[in-house]
């Protein structure tokens, strides 16, 4: 048996994920046992939860595997800030001391680390350090159902590259171009983020979620003065306008002088329409920038599969677009695009790539792909589940697994809101059925509700929709799978509503009340909708639930989000599920065969979640 651990850590997304004979075992990102989202921290529990997945001790372990390469990075600093000499000397003076201390010397302060696991490392297991975007371009070609495909990793930055492309053929990733720092999609993208008064490295999705309410009327000015797009997809970024490169912002005065106004106040400045013009713009100018890369790969090489990964592989309207744009016959994205992934990317680059050992068949595999439905989380077992809600102080029933789910597709035929705990938990930063909060996508005000009253976030914000996977095509213009919420693709014309005039002329956040579909829950105001497929093999229990609702309501469809309130971590266990709600409106809980209703609970175990956690 080999056995090898892959770690991501000290940025953001801390994760771990473990292979054993070439076989994903377990994965999670370190911040939902943390309870810190987004958190950089060594990932100690998500590393020890692999290992009791698999019944491992930290010596068992052949290698272990770090997702890039720390000395690499440095070199990239020290090169940034002599280049753009004498500027950026305040965070200069900042950054080094940080990299003398604690960064340089990463292999002793991981070794240190791992030594504290289950009487540590011996002798025989290596410490090994893949290089980032290796690492991004593994997690997404390994486990696809490709034997051959062109994989296109794009995001902030790695150790030097922003922008990568690798042939992926049988066992080894063979690398064909990339772009470097300092010009990179994904901090173009997160300086429009910090522009527009959200947090980088976390508020991203807002925009992609903002867009569709403005115009992208800045989109011309923007390939005018920020990017230099060529007719390849190759592109550069106007220094003179941003200052990630040596500052401690994202943007400076001339970015805001060229489109006339100051950086949005965070939180406490209103979103106007200029705001959703921008973010328009700057997920339009990304789509332009991904179709073009795309199609020159198309052009040049003869392989009909893409893989995509890397944080702007999350971007699922540009990933629409490309599927749409049909360059590629088939695409499969990595669920954990961004440096989550790493973690998995690195321990398959050890495997395959310096073990020489061949990739297991995927396609014959439940899902069609090797991440088994991304659930490789923490489950807990009934006796579990039910001790510990009893030590949380909660009032359930147990009920038989068919009874469980037609009760909970009742209240959600009702118009409640279900929380729904299941099985194991998802790899990645969507929930997709087995930590997700539920509701009625035909309900005009359920989307309202849910981000008032369950998640506590901006009301622009939309819903996913959860869809059978037989059925997919009768609601979506969607002709194939989507399984991990990846892909955003518009409802069927059939189920669209006549707009009237009036409606049609509203701008911004007016545009939000307009009902534009028999499932306006999950209908986003430009008619699209970021689908998951569900299929029985993957996750019998949520299929099984979708199904009764149907049965219920003739909607083979079910607003699907993740079990978090604004800046949560999704949950993790049983108890994390119980508090989340108690601290918010849903009405019912399921976590695994007990049903839990909010009127049968103690109103003295309630908690204020509307300020628990530090907004995202």
């Known amino acids: 048996m080999a056995a090898i651990l892959g770690i991501s850590a000290f940025y953001h997304d801390s994760a771990a994920a473990l292979l054993v004979d070439g076989e994903i075992i377990a994965a999670a990102q370190e911040e939902r046992f943390t309870r810190q989202k987004h958190t950089p921290d060594y990932p100690r529990q998500a590393i020890d939860y692999c290992l009791a997945e698999a019944g491992l001790k930290m010596a068992d372990l052949d290698q272990v595997v770090f997702y890039d390469k720390p000395f690499l990075k440095f070199e990239r600093l020290l090169e940034t800030y ?46 090994l350090f893949s290089e980032h975007h290796l690492s991004h371009a593994a997690s997404a070609f390994y486990p696809s159902p490709f034997d051959e495909a062109l994989v296109l990793t794009l995001d902030g ?32 993208y997160s300086a429009f983020t910090y522009y527009l008064g959200f947090k980088v490295n976390s508020g991203e999705y807002k925009i992609m979620g903002l867009a569709p309410y403005g115009e992208p009327r800045f989109v011309d000015l923007i390939l005018d003065k920020l990017v230099d797009l060529k007719p390849d997809g190759s592109f550069r970024l106007d ?9 401690l912002t994202m943007t400076n ?12 106040e965070p939180e406490t400045e209103d979103l106007a329409q200029f705001h959703m013009d921008m973010a328009a713009s700057v997920q ?33 309207v540009a990933n629409g677009k490309v599927l749409r744009d ?3 016959d088939r695409i499969w994205i990595q669920p954990a695009s961004g440096d989550a992934g790493c973690a998995l990317g690195a321990a398959q680059v050890a495997w395959h790539m310096e073990q020489d050992q061949p990739r297991l068949p995927q396609a014959d595999r439940p899902g069609g792909d090797g991440m088994k439905g991304s659930y490789l989380g923490p489950e807990f077992e009934q006796a579990d589940i039910e001790t510990r809600l009893r030590a949380a102080g909660a009032e359930f029933h147990v009920l038989a697994p068919a009874a469980l789910s037609d009760r909970a597709a009742t209240d959600l035929a009702e118009g409640k809101a279900v929380g729904w705990f299941q099985g194991r938990m998802e790899f990645g930063p969507r929930a997709l059925g087995g930590r997700s909060i539920l509701g009625d996508p035909r309900s005009p005000t359920m989307q309202k509700t849910l981000n008032l009253k369950v998640k506590y976030r901006e009301s622009f914000r939309p819903f996913a ?22 892909i955003v693709a518009d409802v069927q014309k059939a189920r669209r509503k006549q707009m009237s005039e009036a409606d049609q002329a509203l701008f911004g956040i007016d545009k939000l009340n307009v009902q534009r579909s028999d499932i306006p829950a999950i209908t986003h105001v430009d008619y699209s909708a970021r689908v998951q497929s569900v299929d029985h093999e993957t996750n019998p229990r949520y299929h099984d639930l979708i199904s009764r609702f149907e049965e219920k309501t003739g909607c083979a469809v079910l607003i699907n989000t993740s079990f978090n309130v604004r800046g949560e971590p999704i949950v993790c266990t049983p108890e994390d599920a119980f508090h989340c709600f108690m601290g918010t409106d849903m009405d019912t809980l399921a976590v695994g065969n007990c049903y839990l209703v909010k009127g049968e609970q103690d109103p003295a175990l309630a908690e204020d979640y509307t300020s628990k956690y530090a907004l995202d």
Not at 113 to 118: F, G, M, P, S, V
Not at 242 to 247: I, L, P, R, V
Request: proline share 5%; aromatic share 10%; with cysteine.
């Open 82 to 127: 002599a280049s753009f000499a004498p500027r950026g000397f305040a965070s200069f003076r900042k950054a080094v001391p940080v990299w003398i201390k604690d960064k340089l010397f990463q292999k002793t302060h991981l070794l240190e680390e791992l030594n504290q696991h289950d009487g540590g490392m011996d002798g025989k297991t290596e410490l």
């Open 157 to 188: 930055v790695g150790e030097r590259a922003t922008t990568a492309v690798f042939l992926g053929k049988g066992n080894q990733l063979t690398p064909l171009r990339e772009i470097n720092f300092p010009h990179s999609l994904g901090l173009l």
């Open 239 to 247: 220094q003179r306008y941003f200052n990630y490169a040596t500052g």
């Open 253 to 264: 005065r001339r970015f805001a002088d060229l489109f006339g106004q100051p950086r949005r």
């Open 284 to 316: 339009a100018v990304t789509e332009r920038i991904v179709l073009a890369l795309v199609q020159d790969l198309a052009r040049e090489f003869d392989t009909r599969n893409l893989c995509l990964a890397g944080g702007v592989a999350l971007n699922c």
């Open 326 to 328: 049909g360059a590629f």
């Open 465 to 486: 929709p959860s869809v059978l996977k037989e059925r997919v095509s009768e609601y979506f213009d969607l002709n194939e799978p989507s399984p991990y919420m990846l």
